[in-house]
Structures are given as C-alpha cells and as structure tokens.
C-alpha cells in the first residue's frame, strides 16, 4: 500500500492522517478470552453524530497505532492485545448493520486487500509461466521469486500461519496435481512443507512492494521472475509503464486477502469524531480511497472499484483469512517465524 500520508475529509473540520509504523517487536499475545463485545447506539441518527462530532473539533486515525481511530491489518495483534486489554474498542455503524455481514461485526472489518503472484507480461506473453504454487519450490524457479522478508511483513506471516491452519488440503490436492502422487512430508503438514521448500528455494527478499513491483514488471526487466506483491502495485502499470498481471487460475491459489479492521481507541477525547470516521470509512465515499486500486469493502453494498489484470475473480482465486483465526495468528507467529529463519539460513 502507499506509505505516505492520506487527508480525508469527513463532513465536518476533521482530518484523518493515515501512516503505517512498524509492528515488529511486540509482546506475547494475551490468553484467550472473550472480547469485549461491540457498541451499537440505540440511536442511530447521522446527523445527530455530526453535530456532536464537529464539537470535538478533529478526529486523528492512524494506520496500524491508534489516536482516536485506527486502520489494522494485523488482526492478530487487535484481538489478542489490543481489544482485551481495553486500548480498543469497537463501534457498529447502526444504519449500516445490515449491510456488514454479522461475522464481520467483531472487530469490524473495513475492507480486504491482496497479495497475489504475478509475472511480467512482456516476458511472458503467453500467460503466467507457473501454474501451480508448487512451481515455486522446483530449482527452475531458484532465486526468481520477488517477495517482502515475511519476518518483518505482518500480513505474510499471517498468512503462513492461516495456511498452517485451515490451507493443508488445498496445498496438498495441488501437490497431487502437479506431481502425480500423494505428499510425504517429515515436517508438521503440507504448509510446512510448502513453506520450507519456498524459503530453501532462496527467494529474493525485499522490505518493499514497490521493489517488488520494479523487480518484476519494470519496462527494462530481461529476466523472467514472480512477484508476491500488494495488488496496489498494478496502478505501476499505468504510472510507470509496468508491464504486470497477476498469476490467473494459478492452484491452488493465486494469493491471499488479508483483512483491515477499524477499531476506535477506548480514550480518545474525540469519540464522535471517531464515530463518524467509522461510518464513513464503511461507505462507498469513504473507504473509495482504500480500494481505488483494487480491494474490496466489507460494506456488501459498495461494489469493487477496480478489478487487477489477471485477477477477474476476487472471492473464487484467492486464499482467504478466516477471522475466527486471528488470535492463532499472533499465538503462532513465532514458531512460524523460527521455521522460515532456520530453513532460510
């Protein structure tokens, strides 16, 4: 995503800055327990939230640390510190309940983004030249992976661990198809496996999608490479003349989504203001400059703005993050990331 700072205005003398710090070096995660439940107000009269808001003068969301509001799309870290230790808490929008899946409710989830496989067209005018994700593993792909070093990368590593929870079966249909017998592995399942032969396979590590994207799509590019990127970097091929489109109909998958929650900080001394960037975050108006270059709402209303090349199908192509697994998320990061550490070398 862009790391600099976006201005929104709200309907009312209020600024949202968002800016995305590190999340590296937190502390443990906190035991499993219930969270604290969502706030719906009785009434749910917008205008009345207006006027109280623009009292509070201004509103100030953060992306990854809260202020008053903050954008998060380290889930993990949300509900197993954050949310039970009473640094957040979460606001249903009352006019809008309807419209959010009930699932997305707690934390509330704002919208989801993407990371997918993608090649360069120009290189590969045929179609992307790797048709399964195994394909990445085999020595002819050595070192011709582009992706950001999942040690200091949340959503990565998350999505290893979604993997190591509920992708076991995927992975493993898609070893069947591209070998033609069964997975035997030594490690704890197939997304270990995956996992560890990934990194034994000395992918190019990078701190940046941006250098992922001029890697693998840049006009001047000669050798053929994958790129494991943010969906954001297709605006490149507009802006810079990249020549990129993501890995179509590749098995078991052609990426992850990975969720990006709103959550209202419990001490803010403007909790209306924070409302209502809460509320206009979950309408097409709002939340237009987060998915402008691809993403998706979590308003069932607001239809997709932009559709990546090669990506036709966001729901069907994609390795998806099961909320319900977030707190293993955080839980289980650091055996995750000693395994990837070890096998890297």
């Known amino acids: 995503m862009r790391r600099t700072g976006k201005i929104i205005s709200v309907a009312l003398p209020a600024t949202a800055v968002a800016c995305a710090p590190s999340t590296a070096g937190r502390p443990a995660a906190a035991p499993a327990t219930a969270l604290p439940s969502a706030s719906l107000d009785a009434n749910s009269d917008l205008q009345a939230l207006i006027a109280a808001a623009e009292k509070e003068g201004s509103v100030l969301v ?112 898609a070893y069947r198809a591209r070998y033609g017998k069964a997975l035997k592995t030594e490690d704890k399942n197939a997304a270990h496996e995956w996992i560890k032969r990934i990194s034994l396979n000395k992918p190019v590590l990078t701190g940046s999608d941006e250098d992922i994207s001029a890697a693998v799509g840049a006009p001047d590019a000669t050798d053929r490479k994958i790129a494991f990127m943010s969906i954001s970097k297709f605006r490149n091929n507009e802006d810079k003349g990249y020549h990129q489109a993501a890995c179509e109909g590749m098995t078991p998958f052609a990426g992850f989504s990975y969720p990006k929650y709103v959550a209202i900080a419990a001490k803010s001394k403007h909790p209306n203001a924070a409302k209502l960037y809460v509320h206009f975050i979950m309408t097409e108006e709002g939340v237009k400059h987060e998915i ?10 607001v239809k997709p703005l932009v559709t990546p090349p090669g990506l036709p199908d966001w729901q069907g192509r994609l390795f998806h993050t099961d909320p319900k697994g977030l707190l293993g998320d955080l839980q289980n990061r650091q055996a995750l990331s000693d395994f990837w550490r070890v096998n890297r070398g």
């Open 62 to 173: 953060y992306d990854n640390v809260t202020i008053d509001a903050a954008m998060y799309e380290d889930g993990g870290v949300l509900v197993g510190q954050l949310m039970p230790r009473g640094v957040t808490r979460t606001w249903v929008p009352a006019d809008l309940t309807e419209q959010i899946p009930a699932e997305n409710h707690n934390p509330l989830l704002a919208l989801s983004k993407a990371t997918i496989f993608a090649c360069n067209t120009e290189l590969s005018p045929g179609g992307c030249p790797v048709k399964n994700v195994w394909d990445l593993t085999e020595p002819a792909w050595a070192g011709k992976l582009v992706m950001q070093d999942p040690l200091g990368k949340p959503t990565v590593l998350s999505f290893f661990t979604q993997l190591d929870a509920h992708g076991n079966a995927g992975l493993e249909q």
């Open 292 to 301: 402008g270059e691809g993403g998706v709402s979590a308003n069932s209303t």
